[in-house]
Structures are given as C-alpha cells and as structure tokens.
C-alpha cells in the first residue's frame, strides 16, 4: 500500500527551496505509479492512481510533482534499472560523446541528469565529459 508524504493539497512546497509551489508547468492529469506491477491476487482491485501535474517553483526554478508516494514504496519493487541494460549504456555513451562535440562542452560544464532513474548516465564511465550533479530526489 502506497504511503503518502503527508503533503496537503495547495500548500506544497520546493523541494529544494521550499517555496510555496504556485506555477503548474504541465497538468498529465491521473496516472498509476511506473514500473509497477498488479498482482495476481490484486486482478480485481483497483488500481491507484496519482496526479501528474507537475509545477515549477518560481524562485529555483526546479520542476518537480509533489511526492504522493514515499521513495521507500516507489522503489522497494522497483522494475527497471535503466543500468541494467548494456545496449542502453552504449546508447548513453555515445549520446554523451555526440551532444558534447555538438554543443563544445567539456570539463568546465555541469552535467544534470533530470529523471534519472538509477542516475545510469552520471557513471564516470558513461559521463566522462563533465563534472555531474543532481537534481533533489
Ligand atoms: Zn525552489
């Protein structure tokens, strides 16, 4: 059973800032959570749905939902690790090298991965052009 944040309807916060959150960037309307599976013994019980109305924060300017569900239920069953897939790293590492020529990057720029799922593509192996951070989870 998912486990709410206890974050209350209009009154979310920045999760880097915690600035009041008043700008909507983009409304997705309902959706379960990803990567996660209906058991056998859940076939005829409703599925959960959460909002996916994302906003921005007006003074960081991070994106973000507000959390609905707690990390430790998101990923206790978690059914993909982007990692976990050798053609997808290869993928990752060219893109890397492409976008880097493309847009004259190198090692003075900062490299953010943004929904990162195991952060696969700040691997000093994959990521070898930048110095990488962070996004808040
Ligand atoms: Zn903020």
């Given at each position: ?44 019980e409703m599925e959960r749905f959460y ?30 690790f982007s990692s976990y897939s050798e ?32 952060g696969y593509l700040l691997r000093p ?13």
């Amino acid at each position: 059973m998912p486990k709410s944040s206890g974050s209350n309807a209009g009154t979310s916060l920045c999760r880097f800032c915690r600035t009041a959150l008043r700008h909507t960037f983009v409304d997705l309307g309902m959706s379960p959570l990803c990567e996660s599976y209906v058991q056998a013994d859940q076939m005829n019980e409703m599925e959960r749905f959460y909002p996916l109305h994302v906003k921005v924060c007006e003074k960081c300017y991070l994106v973000q939902l507000e959390e609905y569900v707690s990390r430790e239920h998101i990923f206790s069953e978690y059914a993909y690790f982007s990692s976990y897939s050798e053609s997808w790293l290869r993928h990752a590492s060219n893109y890397v090298e492409m976008i880097s020529q493309r847009l004259n990057l190198g090692a003075d720029n900062l490299c953010v991965e943004v929904a990162s799922n195991d952060g696969y593509l700040l691997r000093p192996d994959i990521c070898v052009t930048f110095d990488t951070g962070s996004p808040p989870a």
